[in-house]
T-cell receptor, first 120, second 112 residues
């Protein structure tokens, strides 16, 4: 299997507080995890790529000091939204990659169920 | 610059018939393509993938076709079932990057 969990599923917080979201691969080890953000009726936007034991690689336009990513083990990555503001309200989804075993060793990403963040 | 496009935002199909979802891409470096299904407020669920060395991959009711010359892929679902109603995203990647570029999604509605 390839199950990815996320916690919490929903969080409501006050403006200025920090929120931590956990992403776990439950039945496989993932050297690479990804964090996405999805706005209503839009596609998934990659925020950052996280490799175990090293610093995350952020996409252009994503503030690394605002969205702190820690990939402490092969099964756990965390995203911390620091000093959250209403514009950070969104649906955050993580994924973990697993080698598909194809001819070129492609990796398939398996997604968590997502976290709905609402900042008041 | 939208490298992966799903030009049909929605599609309605009668139960039991075939659903065909389309996806076009512009980057010729893409060599791995995937389809995901997504329900509201949930993460995407992996459905099927295809490497650029193939032009067809089949898994149960789902078949993905890849036309490299046209930079086009499609997902066929047959027979369609009401439970297939969801938003379908195609994604593309280049070997070695592990980064996916997602299309904008097509909302499929299967009518009972």
């Amino acid at each position: 299997g390839a199950v990815v969990s996320q916690h919490p599923s929903r969080v409501i917080c006050k403006s200025g507080t920090s929120v931590k979201i956990e992403c776990r691969s439950l039945d496989f080890q993932a050297t690479t995890m990804f964090w996405y953000r999805q706005f209503p009726k839009q596609s998934l936007m990659l925020m950052a790529t996280s490799n175990e034991g090293s610093k995350a690689t952020y996409e252009q336009g994503v503030e690394k000091d605002k969205f702190l990513i820690n990939h402490a083990s092969l099964t756990l990555s965390t995203l911390t939204v620091t000093s959250a503001h209403p514009e950070d309200s969104s649906f955050y989804i993580c994924s973990a990659s697993k080698t598909s075993g194809g001819a070129r060793g492609q990796e398939t990403q398996y997604f968590g169920p997502g976290t709905r963040l609402l900042v008041l | 610059d939208q490298q992966v496009k799903q030009n049909s935002p929605s599609l309605s199909v009668q139960e039991g018939r075939i659903s065909i979802l389309n996806c076009d891409y512009t980057n010729s470096m893409f060599d791995y393509f995937l389809w995901y299904k997504k329900y509201p407020a949930e993460g995407p669920t992996f459905l099927i993938s295809i490497s650029s060395i193939k032009d067809k991959n089949e898994d149960g009711r789902f078949t993905v076709f890849l036309n490299k010359s046209a930079k086009h892929l499609s997902l066929h679902i047959v027979p369609s079932q009401p439970g297939d109603s969801a938003v379908y995203f195609c994604a593309a990647s280049t070997s070695g990057t592990y980064k996916y570029i997602f299309g904008t999604g097509t909302r499929l509605k299967v009518l009972a």
